[in-house]
């Protein structure tokens, strides 16, 4: 079995391919992943999966070629059974050398890929000619079939696993919560409002501080500390005009701009409620599924994968996409819950994770996927 990506950096994908492979391995497959590299094949390999370095991250059609010969070869001399690409730019190489070498071709939709144009449509194609298509939500399986013409017939929604072994309030020690809360400059007695992830337009920070100023305004005073927590990855012009809006908003004393975190468990432990204020839909909404695993209550838009990962009046709140008073209406609401409606959030939300968006529940997802195209007859 054969995992294709760019590159295993920290993301979605990488962990999804890693989760899978370690699943592979203890049902007793033979698991390869080829990609760039990155910092977590080191994971991979102590989990027994063997990773093979080739660049598939590149877009130039010339290494894309290339690649289909490297990739034919690792087929046929590994041997490989099955080819799984999880990203556009190698499912170009992956497939073709799948079809060289008769194994089947599976492909994952980790997001709605745009196709308002016919290069976008073009550059995606490869994804939705498969011998199945995995799609990470019911929203991306919708968007394969009506954009991409993909046959319902062979799509499967599997969504993203979240480890609750790792994300478990029970194993988050008073110590990392106290370190990272000096770190942020928190204030003791006030609420805190966390949006984690990258700091792109996209995420919707500008929302979120619109929301902050008309909350202010309507309570008359600042007692909340907002933290924005993501890398700015090289943005820095955004991260400026993310920094003028706080001062024009007279924030600076309340918002918090530290930059990323390694140890996620505790930002959430922080959190009093965990926002994703995404202006335009995203595929599955990993930051809604681990904060409500760690018991905290959500707010995010109303569109994309977090119709399916939050429940509205049970674990949280979803507001129309860039809409700053709704945003703000649903702050309030958070910031005023009781101590006990709190805990029993936190308990609805983390039954939520436990049924429906496991490691687990992913990996039996994908190698019921792969033993029904390698052994149809079982079916």
Same mark, same amino acid.
């Given at each position: ?18 989760? +899978? ?140 696993? +979240? ?52 909350? $202010? ?115 309030? =609401? =958070? ?13 609805? $939300? ?30």
């Amino acid at each position: 079995m054969l995992q294709v990506l760019p590159a295993l950096v920290t993301g979605g994908v990488e962990r999804g391919t890693v989760d +899978t492979a370690k699943a592979l391995v203890r049902a007793g497959w033979k698991a390869y992943v080829a990609s760039a590299g990155g910092p977590m094949v080191r994971e991979l390999e102590r989990a027994g999966a063997v990773h093979v370095t080739l660049p598939m991250a590149s877009k130039n059609p010339l290494q894309i070629w290339r690649n289909v010969e490297k990739l034919e070869e690792l087929i046929r001399t590994l041997p490989v059974d099955l080819v799984h690409v999880r990203s556009r730019a190698p499912a170009w190489s992956a497939r073709a050398a799948a079809r060289r070498c008769h194994v089947p071709f599976v492909t994952t939709f980790h997001n709605a890929y745009k196709a308002h144009n016919w290069f976008k449509r073009f550059w995606a194609g490869p994804m939705a000619r498969a011998d199945h298509v995995v799609a990470i939500s019911n929203f991306v399986a919708e968007h394969a079939h009506r954009r991409f013409g993909v046959p319902e017939s062979l799509i499967t929604v599997i969504p993203r696993g +979240t480890d609750l072994n790792w994300f478990d309030p029970s194993r988050v020690y008073p110590d990392r919560i106290a370190k990272l809360a000096k770190e942020w400059r928190l204030v003791d007695g006030l609420p805190v409002i966390l949006l984690p992830g990258r700091l792109t337009r996209w995420k919707g920070h500008a929302v979120l501080l619109r929301a902050l100023d008309i909350l $202010a305004r309507r309570r008359g005073r600042q007692d909340f500390t907002a933290v924005l927590l993501g890398d700015n990855q090289g943005r820095n012009a955004y991260q400026a005009e993310l920094e003028e809006l706080i001062a024009r908003y007279d924030l600076k004393t309340s918002v918090r701009l530290p930059g990323g975190a390694k140890d996620m468990p505790a930002a959430y432990m922080l959190a009093d409620v965990v926002v994703s204020a995404s202006i335009e839909p995203e595929g599955f909404g990993r930051i809604a599924v681990e904060a409500q695993a760690m018991g905290k209550p959500v707010i995010a838009t109303d569109h994309g994968g977090a119709r399916e990962t939050v429940l509205p009046g049970d674990t949280g709140w979803l507001v129309p996409p860039g809409d700053a008073e709704k945003l703000a209406e649903a702050l309030e =609401a =958070a910031l005023a819950l009781t101590p006990q409606r709190r805990l029993q959030i936190a308990a609805l $939300a983390r039954a939520h994770v436990q049924r429906r968006f496991t490691v687990d529940g992913m990996t039996d997802g994908y190698l019921k996927v792969y033993t029904d195209l390698l052994f149809p007859q079982r079916g």
